[in-house]
């Protein structure tokens, strides 16, 4: 099988150590890791932030976790705007990846949402179905974007020149 990996910020990895212990499954090689790069996995625990959409874009099925102080939890929870924090839950305007947050955010929980989501193949392929629709929504061809914008002032055939203007103090 392939692993489940663990990306937690710096002050989450005794966290994600803890939940290594409590997952236990003769399947997985666990174990955790600080980057999300060139991940091919079945599923991972990512710490809430930029790691989520990382992580969606690499088509990697996860649960999203954070935890932090008291005091910043309920002042952030009464300006909440949205009833998720996870960017691939933003993205699509509901919940596709599990959200375990703050004091529910125990060992056992995580373990648990990672357990689930890692028996439920179904579960597994229509999010990375969703990660593939939002990749496709996000893709941009900047290139060509370019190329049609400055295609009236280079003229018909020409290669664009990139010029590097430096500011007032470079």
């Given at each position: 099988?392939?692993?489940l ?72 929870k ?42 439920h ?33 280079l ?16």
């Amino acid at each position: 099988g392939q692993p489940l990996i663990l990306y937690p910020n710096l002050p989450m990895r005794g966290l994600a150590q803890q939940v290594l212990d409590a997952f236990r499954h003769e399947k997985a090689d666990a174990r955790v890791e600080q980057e999300v790069e060139d991940v091919l996995t079945a599923v991972a625990l990512v710490a809430s932030g930029t790691a989520t959409l990382e992580a969606a874009l690499l088509r990697c099925p996860h649960v999203i976790t954070y935890r932090m102080s008291p005091v910043t939890w309920r002042m952030m929870k009464k300006k909440a705007l949205l009833p998720y924090v996870g960017l691939p839950n933003i993205l699509a305007g509901r919940f596709i990846v599990p959200e375990i947050l703050q004091d529910d955010a125990t060992p056992e929980n995580l373990a648990q949402a990672l357990g689930n989501l890692w028996e439920h193949k179904r579960a597994r392929a229509a999010m990375v179905d969703t990660f593939d629709a939002m990749h496709a929504s996000l893709r941009q061809d900047n290139a060509a974007r370019l190329r049609d914008v400055f295609a009236d002032y280079l003229g018909p055939g020409a290669a664009p020149r990139i010029v590097f203007v430096p500011d007032e103090e470079g």
